[in-house]
């Protein structure tokens, strides 16, 4: 799988929007773009996942650039328990393991 | 609740010793994933069973074994265990595990201690 790129951290206010930024200039025509956090003391958990179009459900939004080499992940209103480390993950549509292949991630640290 | 369980949450062992981790999948699951997490390696994806069979191989050290029943559980055995095997090990389980959309659940982890 391509290579992603994230900051090892980010700042946020309660309540206020928060931009989580993902660099994968190598990622290919096939790789879905998938967003996994991991809370204090649990086990990874799925956000989102998108290929070329931006994706929205109940916990966040995807908006990927149209070129797809980076995108971002939108939580819209971040609440205390939105604190985590955030991974961006790329899977290739014809991965036949399946597996997930994480990086440092983004710690997000959210005040009150 | 992701649906995962995993058995123990806890361990603690000396070196030396093998011990075994129980996962058992999300009803109508058919794959599980075994990950490690430690401080110094992060996340890193162990071996991938699927319906029984072993679908994929990572980073597992020859003294790691795994197996699926046909219950779809999955255990992972750990022998002749190092102060350095210490470590978060998570199970997660997917509907098929073939395609790069199929979204993996994680269970809650057992945490190894070797002393």
């Known amino acids: 799988d391509a290579k992603t790129t994230q900051p090892n951290s980010m700042e946020s206010n309660e309540e206020e929007p928060v931009h989580l930024p993902c660099n994968h200039s190598t990622i290919s025509g096939t790789d879905y773009i998938h967003w996994y956090r991991q809370l204090p003391s649990q086990g990874p958990e799925y956000v989102i996942h998108g290929l070329t179009s931006n994706v929205n459900n109940r916990m966040a939004s995807l908006a990927i650039a149209e070129d797809r080499k980076s995108s971002t992940l939108i939580l819209h209103r971040a609440t205390l328990r939105d604190a985590a480390v955030y991974y961006c993950?790329?899977?290739?549509?014809?991965?036949?393991?399946?597996?997930?292949?994480f990086g440092g991630g983004t710690r997000l640290m959210v005040k009150p | 609740d992701s649906g995962v369980t995993q058995t123990p949450k806890h361990l603690i062992t000396a070196t030396g010793q093998r011990v075994t981790l129980r996962c058992s999948p999300r009803s109508g699951d058919l794959s599980v994933y075994w990950y490690q997490q430690s401080l110094d390696q992060g996340l890193q994806f162990l071996i991938q069973?699927?319906?029984?069979?072993?679908?994929a191989k990572g980073n597992i050290l020859e003294r790691f074994s795994a197996q699926q029943f046909p219950d779809l559980h999955s255990e992972l055995n750990l022998s002749s265990l190092e102060l350095g095997d210490s470590a978060l090990y998570f199970c997660?389980?997917?509907?098929?595990?073939?395609?790069?959309?199929?979204?993996?659940?994680f269970g809650p982890g057992t945490r190894l201690t070797v002393l």
């Open positions: 069973y699927y319906n029984g069979e072993e679908r």
């Open positions: 993950i790329l899977r290739d549509e014809d991965n036949a393991g399946n597996m997930l292949t």
């Open positions: 997660a389980s997917s509907r098929l595990g073939r395609e790069g959309r199929d979204t993996q659940y």
